[in-house]
């Protein structure tokens, strides 16, 4: 059974990282066939499988908007995700509540007065959860909407940060999130250094909060990279299926 | 030298109206996963929304009193009137028609309809168009010489096949959307269509 003092002894964490060390991240682009857009998060122990549909007609009609499009996100845990809670299927208060903000998130990301009357779907399936998922999930997202060649202003990143104890964390695993002081998950578009989204569960200073901004305007540099890389990679990877086509 | 650009990489340091990019603060960025090279910026996929003066293919989604609602392969469709059309449309029917003019909400009214005749059709990326199309239609030319099939090829993405070796038609045009961001793509063409007709006779030959 992990204690609250377990987790950062030494200057470490649980598992040997340091305060700002990101956990493994892996992003896949274009892994659905049928999906406009699609990318799959692996995220330390996080797996996180997004699809974007649309631009579509609004379905029912009366949500459509003559100025510009919506966006109708879905964050959803499957039912095999994780431990606890979140062992049940279908919507709750919480998912409702993640996909809200994801929601608001996209909203502000894609130029959404281009496909006035329409809507896009972002589907965001957390297929194993460990802490962070909905940063994981609005990061996979993104991906998936540049898959889909949705107009975007630029890649919204997520990423939390966090105290335990008197320790600022970046990136908190899902026992740092339950046994830590508190965690602040946030979603940034790097290039304008824009807030998307900002949430805090438990109580944090002014000072705690200057230094959780700064670590996660920095770690988040590191994701934006894995998001480009995943892009150029599923573009690198059409392309070299041409040039296997040519020689056959 | 071509490279890609992603959402939020600045693609010029003065306004432009490039699709695919938008601007902000007197910059232009770019909006989606795009080829850039020199002047430049082909976006890897897109969608199409309908302009005033482009000829494009629809399919007959709706049939009114007063005409008809066409689906054009984007999210807006547009309405043709039934006194703007001399043939009688049925459901599913394919036309390609001419885009009047765009509403503010982007639903496009369509004039000028010609029925197409039966034949095969194939949906693509509206961005994939210039490529099917080629250089002063080199492409097409080369699609039509070796199948000898009547190909129609509408702005909005739907390409319309007919007669000749159409099967051939559709593969080579499939082919040339997946790779149309490569360079060869015509020598590759060309070399698949030779391959592929090398044993069977030309569908032209085998008319004349």
Known sequence: ?248 | MKQLVFPGDKVADEPRRIPGCYIEDGKTYAANVSLQSDDHVVPLKGYYVPKTGDDVIGIVEEERFSGYNLALNSPYGGSLSARDTRDELKLRDAVYVKILAVNEVKEAVLIEPQKLQPGSMIAVDSVKVPRIIGRNGSMLDTLAKFTGSRITVGKNGVVHVEGGNAELAMKAIEKICRESHTSGLTERITQMLEQETRNAPRAGEQNG
Do not use: C
């Open chain 1, 1 to 248: 059974m992990v204690e609250k003092a377990d987790l950062f002894k030494n200057g470490k964490r649980l598992d040997g990282r340091g305060p700002m060390d990101l956990r493994p991240l892996k992003i896949t682009a274009g892994v659905l066939e049928r999906a406009q857009g699609s990318a799959l998060v692996e995220w330390g122990r996080n797996k996180v499988l997004a699809a974007v549909y649309g631009p579509h007609e609004v379905l029912p009609k009366h949500l459509a908007d003559p100025t510009k499009a919506i966006i109708n996100a879905r964050y959803i845990m499957a039912p095999f995700s994780g431990q606890e809670e979140h062992g049940r299927s279908g919507p709750n208060r919480r998912s409702i509540e993640i996909s809200k903000v994801a929601k608001h998130v996209f909203e502000n990301a894609v130029l959404v007065d281009q496909f006035p009357k329409t809507m896009i779907d972002v589907h965001m399936e957390v297929l194993q959860s460990d802490g962070g998922t909905r940063v994981a999930g609005i990061t996979a997202g993104a991906v998936a909407l540049a898959d889909a060649g949705i107009p975007l202003r630029d890649l919204p990143v997520g990423l939390s940060a966090g105290l335990i104890g008197e320790h600022m964390v970046l990136d908190l695993d899902k026992y740092e999130d339950n046994l830590g002081d508190s965690d602040m998950p946030m979603v940034i578009l790097p290039r304008t250094g824009e807030i998307l989204l900002s949430q805090m569960d438990g109580l944090l200073s002014r000072e705690d909060i200057s230094k959780a901004f700064d670590m996660i305007f920095q770690g988040a540099q590191k994701v934006r990279d894995k998001q480009i890389e995943a892009l150029r990679t599923s573009y690198e990877r059409m392309a070299a299926q041409a040039a296997q086509g040519e020689t056959q």
